[in-house]
């Protein structure tokens, strides 16, 4: 059993910054893929980003390459997710998942633990 907390989300302006964080405990976070979703009123949730399983490659929905990047430190069993030049379409909750080996990576099926989740809202 993995737990995850997410942490860091809030109000920003349409080109500004936040930093997300993926507090994880339970079960050696080292052993899973961490990945990151988002979902927005109305419509289903996204995959966002993620890293492959061995952790050598990130992947990246294409609506935030060049902007938001995923980083880990597994000796604080902690995720990141830093989203740059935030446009209001990046508005969203926010979630961070476990996966384990197997499964497609940007298939939320694929993920066997989530986090409650932390509101993004980007203004115009």
């Known amino acids: 059993q993995v737990q995850l907390v997410e942490s860091g989300g809030g109000l920003v302006q349409a080109g500004g910054s936040l930093r997300l964080s993926c507090a994880a405990s339970?079960?050696?976070?080292?052993?899973?893929?961490m990945g990151w979703f988002r979902q927005a009123p109305g419509l289903e949730r996204e995959f966002v980003a993620t890293?492959?399983?061995?952790?050598?490659?990130?992947y990246y929905t294409d609506s935030v390459k060049g902007r938001f990047t995923i980083s880990r430190d597994n000796a604080k069993n902690t995720g990141y997710l830093q989203m740059n030049s935030l446009k209001p379409e990046d508005t969203a909750v926010y979630y961070c998942?476990?996966?384990?080996?197997?499964?497609?990576?940007?298939?939320?099926?694929?993920?066997?633990?989530w986090g409650q989740g932390t509101q993004v809202t980007v203004s115009s």
């Open positions: 998942a476990a996966r384990t080996l197997g499964g497609t990576y940007n298939s939320a099926l694929a993920y066997a633990y």
């Open positions: 890293f492959s399983w061995s952790g050598g490659r990130t």
């Open positions: 339970g079960r050696t976070f080292s052993n899973y893929a």
